[in-house]
C-alpha cells in the first residue's frame, strides 16, 4: 500500500511541476541565421540588428545587437534591454488601431582572406503585441563566398593604413564591423504628414478632358495578403576622400499589415496640379562603417563606405484599416517635391509617349511599372519619391540633393493584396505628351545568376499640349532606359 501512495505522490507532483512550468511566461525572440551560398552555416559572422524606433523618439532607429554568430551561424536577442524599449513604445504607438508589423534593419559582415562581405538591406518584421507574447521570430540570410566580396582585403587594408592604425594594435582584444549613425532626418520633424504618392502635372495643358489620377492599396485579412512599404537604399564609397561611387537598391518592407488599406483620387484640370498623398512619416538616414575595438581600448576606424536609407517610419491609420490621406487640386506643385521643378537632378521628368486628341488614354500603374523594370523579382509596385521630399524641405545633407532626390522607396502587394491606380486623360484638339518622373540614377537588382538595372518610376506625371501626332498614342511606354545612365558626380 505504502508503494502504491507513493507512486501516486509521485504523478501528482509531476502533474505540478507540468503545470508550474506550463504557467511560465515564454519570452518573446528574434533569431538571425547566416550560411553560405550551399546552406553551411557561417560561424564568426557579425549581425548587427537595428530597429525602427516610433515617432515619439527623437533618433529615428536604435542599434540593439551587434554579435558574432556561433557554430549553428545564428545570434538571438530576447524579448529585453533594448528591443524591449522599442517594442514597448510601438504597442503603446499602434493602440487601437489594427495589426502592424515594424521593421528591424538586419545587416551581416563576414570577412575572410579574400575580404569583407556586406550583405544589407534586409529587415525582419515584428509585431510587438506578439513578441512581448513569447512569439520567436527567425530569418535566413545567405551570403556567396563565390562572389567578390564586397570591400577586397587590400581596401581594408589601405584603409586602416591610411588612419595611421596598425593592426597588430588589435591583438590584444576582438573587433567587429559596424555601422554607426551619422545623421538623420524626419519628415515631418514631428507628427505625420502630407506625403505625395501620385501627381498630374496639367498647368501647361489647356485642353484637357476627361481627366483623372486614382491609388488604390491595401492587405487582405482573409487570404493573408500583406502589404509592405519597403526601403530605398544607396551604398556609397569614399565619400570623405571625395571619390564617391554609388549604387541604388530597394530594400525589404519596413512597415507590413494585412489589414491596412488606401483609397483615393481625383479630377487633373487645365492648368492645374493635382496631388494624392497619404499621411504619415518618412525617415533619411546616413550610416558610416567603423572597425571597432571590442574593449574600447582602441580608437574606432571610420572605413569611409556608406549606407543611406530613406523610409516610411510612420504611417496614420484609422481603427478601421484605412490610411489617412486625401488629395489637392493647386496652382503650383506642393513643397514637398520641389526640388524636381528647381533642379531637375535625381529625379526628372522622362518621356513616355505621346497620345492622339479626341480619344480617351488610360496609363495603369503596372504598365508604367512594366515600362521600366522588366524584371518581375524587383519590389515595386508603386514608387514613394521619399529622397526627393529631402532633398526639398531638408538644410544641408552629408548625401548630395542630386543623389538623394533620386532615393526612393516603394510600395509591395503580396500573396492577394493590391496595390493598383491609374490616369486617365484626353484633349480636345490637341496631341498629349506624357512625361514621367524616374530616377535618374539606375538602382541594381542582383539574382544568383544576373544583375539588372533600372531606373526607378513613381506616379508623377507630366501632361504639355502638342500641335501634331509624335507618337503611337497607345502607351507603348519608353523604349528601354539602359542605353543612357548619367553617373552621380
Known amino acids: 500500500m505504502k508503494k502504491i501512495f507513493s507512486i501516486i505522490f509521485l504523478i501528482v507532483i509531476s502533474i505540478a511541476l507540468i503545470s508550474s512550468f506550463s504557467l511560465i511566461p515564454k519570452i518573446g525572440k528574434i533569431t538571425i541565421k547566416v550560411t553560405d551560398q550551399n546552406g553551411r552555416p557561417l560561424k564568426g559572422a557579425i549581425v548587427q ?11 529615428t532607429s536604435i542599434t540593439i545587437l551587434n554579435k558574432t554568430t556561433d557554430a549553428k551561424g545564428e545570434v538571438s536577442i530576447k524579448f529585453q534591454g533594448i528591443l524591449k524599449t522599442i517594442a514597448k513604445a510601438w504597442k503603446e504607438h499602434l493602440k487601437g488601431k489594427p495589426k502592424i508589423n515594424i521593421g528591424i534593419f538586419v545587416s551581416v559582415f563576414y570577412e575572410t582572406e579574400k575580404g569583407l562581405y556586406i550583405s544589407d538591406g534586409w529587415v525582419i518584421n515584428y509585431n510587438p503585441r506578439e513578441l512581448e507574447g513569447g512569439k520567436h521570430y527567425q530569418k535566413l540570410i545567405k551570403i556567396d563566398l563565390t562572389q567578390e566580396p564586397t570591400l577586397s ?3 581594408l587594408d589601405k584603409d586602416v593604413q591610411k588612419r595611421k592604425i596598425h593592426t597588430e594594435d588589435f591583438a590584444l582584444g576582438p573587433y567587429i564591423y559596424a555601422w554607426k549613425l551619422e545623421e538623420y532626418e524626419t519628415y515631418p520633424e514631428q507628427v505625420v504628414g502630407e506625403i505625395p504618392v501620385a501627381w498630374a502635372d496639367a498647368r501647361t495643358h489647356s485642353f484637357l478632358e476627361g481627366h483623372f489620377i486614382s491609388v488604390n492599396f491595401g492587405g487582405s485579412v482573409t487570404t493573408k495578403g500583406s502589404l509592405g512599404i519597403h526601403a530605398g537604399i544607396s551604398l556609397a564609397s569614399g565619400i570623405t576622400s571625395g571619390s564617391a561611387q554609388y549604387t541604388f537598391k530597394l530594400g525589404e518592407s519596413v512597415i507590413s499589415s494585412y489589414e491596412i488599406y488606401f483609397g483615393d483620387g481625383w479630377y487633373v484640370k487645365p492648368g492645374k496640379f ?5 499621411k504619415g512619416q ?19 576606424i571610420p572605413l569611409d563606405e556608406w549606407k543611406f536609407q530613406v523610409y516610411m517610419r510612420d504611417i496614420e491609420v484609422k481603427s478601421d484599416g484605412e490610411i489617412v490621406g486625401g488629395h489637392h487640386l493647386s496652382d503650383t506643385p506642393p513643397s514637398s517635391i520641389s526640388y524636381l521643378y528647381s533642379n531637375e537632378r535625381g529625379m526628372v521628368y522622362d518621356y513616355y509617349d505621346t497620345y492622339s486628341s479626341d480619344s480617351v488614354h488610360k496609363i495603369n500603374f503596372k504598365e508604367l511599372r512594366d515600362a521600366y523594370v522588366e524584371v518581375n523579382g524587383i519590389p515595386l509596385e508603386l514608387g ?49 505628351r506624357v512625361y514621367v518622373s524616374i530616377s535618374e540614377f539606375l538602382y541594381e537588382y542582383r539574382t544568383s545568376t544576373a544583375n539588372y538595372y533600372y531606373h526607378f518610376p513613381v506616379a508623377g506625371f507630366k501632361l504639355v499640349p502638342k500641335f501634331s501626332s509624335g507618337g503611337s498614342g497607345g502607351g507603348g511606354g519608353p523604349p528601354s532606359p539602359s542605353g543612357w545612365w548619367i553617373t552621380p558626380e
Open 384 to 432: 514613394l519619391s521619399l529622397g526627393l521630399i529631402f532633398a526639398s524641405t531638408a538644410m544641408e545633407l552629408i548625401l548630395p540633393f542630386n543623389i538623394l532626390a533620386g532615393l526612393s522607396a516603394s510600395i509591395v502587394a503580396e500573396g492577394s493584396a493590391y496595390a493598383t491606380g491609374y490616369i486617365k486623360f484626353e484633349s480636345s484638339g490637341y496631341y498629349t
Open 274 to 278: 493635382t496631388w494624392i498623398y497619404i
Open 282 to 300: 518618412a525617415a533619411y538616414e546616413a550610416w558610416q562603417l567603423y572597425k571597432v575595438s571590442v574593449s574600447g581600448l582602441f580608437p574606432d
Open 153 to 155: 582585403r587590400e581596401k
Open 49 to 59: 540588428l537595428t530597429g525602427v524606433t516610433s515617432p515619439e523618439n527623437k533618433i
